[in-house]
């Protein structure tokens, strides 16, 4: 068993890799770079730049001292820094949600991430989104690399799988295959063909709602 100073220490270690982490992700998303090995990756200038230049990266630095601040049970930290964030950047995001590494939120303005949702890395708001419960029937899950178009509500107990695209304004109540497309209300999903396109293939609309 840790002792609390070594329990601090690796928990403060853990804040500040993630903090690098977020800034790196970011710099590389506005360089429309993917992740991987074989991505470069963005200087450490770049990284700086991003993380003064994007209000995106002062929600995700606050989400980090909120999400440490939880795991040491200090009182109010999370409540305050979840005020401060809705109060700014008009952006919500519920007092348990983890989020996943270099997440972007493109506009933070409107977006609301709420309930038991789970959100993977380097997944991209483009703002007024939301994601949460359609009947308090459950939270989504949204894989890593999924992009969500302005105006877009991901509702219910769904899976939002790896790369998806959710469109402008859809409201997606189903889930979303790895890769897939998805627009509209309900949206409809438009699965990638082996030479690229995407076909529609039926409304979400399962009673999942
Ligand atoms: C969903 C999206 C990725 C589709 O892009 P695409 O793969 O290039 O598809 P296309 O533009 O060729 O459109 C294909 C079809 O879907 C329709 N469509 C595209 N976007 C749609 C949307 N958001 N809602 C409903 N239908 C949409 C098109 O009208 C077209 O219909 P058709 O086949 O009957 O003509 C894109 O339109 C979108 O919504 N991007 C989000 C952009 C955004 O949020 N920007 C915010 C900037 S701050």
Redesign the pocket.
Known sequence: MLDAPAAATISLMGLLRKIAADAVELARALRNERPGPAAGGPSLKDAVRAALTQDGYKVLLMSRVRETARRWHVPGVNHALRLVTTVLYSIEIGNDIELGEGINF??TLGTVIGGTSKVGSRVKF??NNTIGTAKDNGCPVIEDDV?I????RVLGPIRIGRGA??????VVLTDVPPGA?A??IPARI?ERGSNGT?AASGSTTNGAD
């Open positions: 493109t506009h483009m703002g992009v178009g302005c105006g877009a695209f959710i469109g402008a304004n859809a497309i627009t509209g438009h995407y």
